[in-house]
């Protein structure tokens, strides 16, 4: 049981926490795996390779230990966390094995600080946070299993379609092996999808953002091949796009994501730059189905027309609705009158008051969604009207 005096212990212990840095984590990662390496089976060892999940765990735990008096500020952390869980399929089981390496690493790294009553106030800490976690997760899987078409677990599903959408993006359209229905998700959201690439000892399991409406009977992906130019290549979506062909079968898991399309009656911008294309699709074509009657901006940014996702698909749709579409091009390979050159830039809209009573949708790279959150700032659009997605470890800004 957490009590106030675990609580100050706590917050005594973030001066050494922050000392420690991300090598507290990596030493984690490091000691966890070694025993139990089973557990490679559901992290992303790209993600470890690359230093990004380490960080991202620091970031959690110091975020956790500075906010233990007030859990409050961590309930779209945690709501965000949960759901990422649950596209792993991490169990119960799973806490106690964490949280037994997170104490011993603690134990190991500071022997001299880590106490009797720093072992207990972190214990107890831990236990807490497991239990949050655990008993949203476990409502999440029920509300998934229950539902029309839904289910628990991994799921068998056929490639039925594979389509080039650009140079780097392929989309991938899955429908039930068993043939039955599926789970309708909410425009934004993503699905986890379990492989085990050639060569790879370990399965892999990623979240791929869904990107057409939902139609209760099949899920579409549009995955980029990743790592082109630089030395960590995409494991998982290189073997997507090289060796994943129509007729073979994968596993899935239900679709999830606290990111998603909210009908509130006001016109809507949706902003994305390269691959976070996918999510302002899905919301595209839902919005188009529902046939909303509000103005919609559609507003994409990419390395230049080759690396352009969905261009006919996004004119055919705007086009037919009366809704606006612009794209900017960072290296335009030919003069085209209907995009811009360079960086996205909102000051074209600085004057347009209906533009600033739109929600905003955003997804793309961390440095362009902080960069577009700057603008809308910039423009006084309140943080309420915005709403964005991280790819992989979350950032805040």
Known sequence: MLNNQHIDIIKSTIPLLESAGPELTVYFYQRMFSHNPELKDIFNMTHQATGRQSVALFEAIAA????????????????RIAHKHTSFNIQPEHYQIVGHHLIETLRELAPDAFTQEVEEAWTAAYLFLAKVFIDREAELYLQRKQAIGGWQNARQFKLVEKKTESSLVTSF??????????????PGQYIGIELTPQGCEYKEVRQYSLSQAPNGNSYRISVKREGVDTEHKGLVSNFLHDFVNEGDTVELYAPAGDFFYTERNKPVTLISAGVGVTPMQSMLE??????????????????????HSFSERVSSITQSN??????????????????????????????????????????????????????????????????????GPHANF
């Not at 039955?180 to 909410?186: A, C, M």
């Not at 606006?324 to 009158?337: G, H, R, V």
Request: hydrophobic share 35%; aromatic share 12%; net charge negative.
């Open 64 to 79: 956790y230990a500075k906010n233990i008096d007030n859990l409050a500020a961590l309930t779209t952390a945690v709501e």
């Open 322 to 391: 009366g809704w606006s579409a612009k794209t900017w091009y960072n290296n335009p390979k030919l003069p085209n009158a209907d995009s811009a050159t360079g960086l996205m830039n909102l000051a074209e809209f600085s004057a347009d008051e209906r533009f600033k009573e739109n929600d905003f949708y955003i997804c793309g790279p961390v440095g362009f969604m902080k960069n577009i959150v700057e603008q809308l700032d910039n423009l006084n659009i309140s943080r309420e009207q915005v709403h964005y997605e991280v790819f």
């Open 286 to 307: 839902h919005l188009n189905k529902q046939g909303k009657s509000e103005a919609v901006h559609y507003l994409h940014a990419c390395e230049d027309e080759e690396q």
């Open 173 to 186: 359209t899955f429908e039930a092996a068993d043939g039955g229905s599926v789970l309708d998700y909410s």
